[in-house]
């Protein structure tokens, strides 16, 4: 069985960086053709994808968070780790990870989410 | 960016109704194209892949159709259960967009 499991601070401050833990099991990143990527979703809003991090270690960001995002991966530990820095209030949002099969190209199965609100 | 909309933003249906929801892109997607389910409070739930894979353990009364820039989701003898919102996503090429969503609502 796959799962997926997000955790986090739940309230950071205006400009803190956010450092976000995918803890998954049932897979291996290492695996070819595996990937974990990272969603977040603001209240009442769709989702939207934000980064992606492969078996090869290629890395696919965000265009438009580009410079404020880092993703790595910890094959020993079956850890994906989403670091975005200068957040603000609107980045307050749900954020996701989810197990990407390279070949289908389908997000599944996904995590509960985690709640991070961005407020002083 | 590939831009996806969905039409209809909301839908009343009654239990047992069939409906269909549509998704465009901008631009050619082939068929990858994923739909998911998703209720208040809970992740979105991958429904079906490459614009007709049914996931293992969804329903058959789901089933998803198109290719190039129009698809489209139909669920056939609407359950209690199935009232949620639903979204288009095109996993075609990164940044992988999902439409604004469609909420489906009990008649």
């Known amino acids: 069985q796959i799962t997926l499991k997000e955790s986090g601070p739940t309230l950071v401050k205006p400009t803190q960086t956010l450092s976000l833990t995918c803890t998954f099991s049932g897979f291996s990143v290492s695996t070819t053709g595996v990937g974990v990527a990272w969603f977040r979703q603001p209240p009442r809003k769709a989702p939207e994808w934000l980064a992606v991090?492969?078996?090869?270690?290629?890395?696919r960001y965000r265009p438009s968070l580009r410079n404020r995002l880092i993703i790595i991966k910890d094959t020993s530990k079956n850890q994906v780790v989403l670091t975005m820095t200068n957040m603000d209030p609107v980045d307050t949002a749900t954020y996701y990870c989810?197990?990407?099969?390279?070949?289908?190209?389908?997000?599944?199965?996904w995590g509960q989410g985690t709640l991070v609100t961005v407020s002083s | 960016d590939i831009q996806m909309t969905q039409s209809p933003p909301s839908l009343s249906a009654s239990v047992g109704d069939r409906v269909t929801i549509t998704c465009r892109a901008s631009?050619?997607?082939?068929?990858?194209l994923n739909w998911f389910q998703q209720k208040p409070g809970k992740a979105p739930r991958l429904l079906i892949h490459s614009a007709s894979t049914l996931q293992s353990g969804v329903p058959s009364r789901f089933s998803g159709t198109g290719s190039g820039t129009d698809f489209t989701l139909t669920i056939t003898g609407l359950q209690p259960e199935d009232f949620a919102t639903f979204y288009c996503?095109?996993?075609?090429?990164?940044?992988?967009?999902f439409g604004p969503g469609t909420d489906l609502e009990i008649k």
């Open positions: 631009q050619s997607i082939n068929k990858f």
């Open positions: 996503q095109q996993s075609f090429t990164a940044p992988y967009t």
């Open positions: 989810a197990l990407h099969e390279y070949s289908s190209s389908l997000f599944d199965p």
């Open positions: 991090v492969y078996w090869d270690d290629d890395k």
